[in-house]
């Protein structure tokens, strides 16, 4: 952890599209800036303006449009360098660096590690912060959710979400979308009998009310709260008739019906 907050790496979260997020980071020892995905290019470049900032990076999650799409303009724009994940750089428009799981590459002063975390897509990656205990997660991690599974199996996305969940506690999550209101409901639905899930579904509802974000989260948070890595509970086992089942069936059931709520 560096001393003194006028180093500390500042992270500016910028609502885009319908219910993206996308996230500016800034290196203040070296001037460093990624945008991680690229969701949409006026509200990203508004933020770089108004902060005096040079995008130096792009650090992509996963190919989908509202992560990527804003590539070619940004790049054409500040020459920056574009990074994302090795076994789907075909995908990834502009890509200059390919990573895998486990690398990590310098971010300005900072370090960088890579996860592979495929479900929602066969390539989607996590870029973990080690120092500032940051993860920015794609559409794998949500607030009370995970993402859907357009190219994975439950295996995977089950794999993916206990990488991250091994991270510590205190680890503060950044989520690509503001899905938290809906993921709220389902979660109730699930595992009604959850004190702290309850507590966080009212605190969604007012933050939500005053046009608040319920993003970021951490890592402790959703392990209280969130359904999909909760396959361990004897509640969620029992309202899917799951119980004693095995960690990937439970989390495959959880998420068929998340599908259909
Ligand atoms: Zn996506
Ligand atoms: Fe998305």
Redesign the pocket.
């Known amino acids: 952890m560096k001393i003194g907050s006028e180093n500390n790496l500042k992270i500016e979260q910028i609502p885009c599209l319908d219910d993206?997020y996308g996230y500016v980071v800034h290196d203040p020892e070296t001037g460093a800036t990624a945008s991680i995905?690229t969701?949409e290019v006026a509200p990203i470049n508004a933020v770089l303006a108004e902060r005096g900032w040079t995008l130096t990076h792009i650090l992509n999650t996963?190919h989908?449009f509202?992560?990527a799409g804003g590539n070619e303009a940004l790049k054409a724009q500040w020459q920056c360098r574009i990074i994302g994940a090795a076994n789907d750089a075909a995908r990834i428009p502009g890509i200059d660096m390919r990573v895998s799981d486990g690398e990590t590459f310098d971010f300005g002063s900072r370090s960088v590690r890579v996860l592979e975390v495929p479900g929602?897509t066969s390539g989607h990656i996590a870029f973990y912060f080690c120092e500032e205990g940051a993860v920015f997660v794609?559409?794998t991690l949500f607030a009370l959710g995970c993402?859907r599974l357009f190219e994975g199996t439950p295996e995977q996305m089950w794999g993916s979400l206990s990488k991250l969940m091994a991270l510590p506690d205190e680890t503060v999550v950044y989520c690509?979308?503001e899905y938290t209101q809906a993921n709220a409901a389902f979660a109730l639905s699930v595992e009604p009998q959850n004190k702290a899930l309850q507590a966080r579904a009212k605190e969604i509802d007012r933050l939500r009310a005053s046009g608040l974000p319920t993003v970021p989260t951490s890592i402790g948070r959703e392990r209280e709260t969130n359904p999909f890595v909760r396959v361990h509970s004897a509640h969620l086992q029992e309202t899917l008739e799951l119980s004693g089942g095995d960690p990937v069936a439970v989390f495959a059931e959880t998420r068929r019906r998340k599908d259909h709520f």
């Open positions: 993206n995905d969701p996963h989908h509202d992560h929602h794609g559409d993402g690509a979308h």
